[in-house]
Structure formats: C-alpha cells, structure tokens
C-alpha cells in the first residue's frame, strides 16, 4: 500500500474515498455507454422515486387521454411490506 493506514478512521475513510471514486467513475461510464436509460431511476443525479412515479403517472395520463387501455402489473417482495 501507498501509506500507512494507522487506525480505523483513516482505514473507513480510506475505502470510503475508494467507493465514491468507484461509483462516479461506473456511473459515468454507464451513463456514456448508452446502457443507463433516460427511464433509470435510482442511480442518476436528479432521479429518485418520486420521479419514477411522476413520469409513471403522466404516461397513463398521455394513454387515457388518446383513449388507449393499459394493463399494469405490481410485485411486491417480502422485504417491501
């Protein structure tokens, strides 16, 4: 290893500057690939939940207004109730 890591604090925060250097450099790169898309929630900067719901509700607004049906389905695991 480069330094010393001489005691949990430096050892916690060490991994913890690793995680975020990880995770920004997979995000990115996810988000350049094309492989995340614009419907991903969760991972991104401004997505969240409440976005997820609000573009979920506004495509069964768009499909009632044009007279289209749709079917829905929910799955709800054990660790969600």
Do not use: P, W
């Not at 290893?1 to 913890?16: D, G, T, V």
């Not at 690939?33 to 939940?49: A, L, P």
């Amino acid at each position: 290893m480069i330094f010393k890591i001489r005691n949990q604090y430096q050892y916690y925060l060490f991994f913890l500057i690793l995680e975020r250097l990880i995770f920004n450099r997979l995000t990115h790169f996810l988000s350049n690939s094309g492989i995340f898309t614009e419907d991903q929630n969760g991972f991104r900067k401004g997505k969240c939940i409440e976005t997820a719901i609000h573009s979920f509700i506004e495509r069964i607004q768009e499909a009632l207004d044009k007279g289209l049906h749709m079917n829905v389905m929910f799955f709800l695991s054990d660790q969600s109730l």
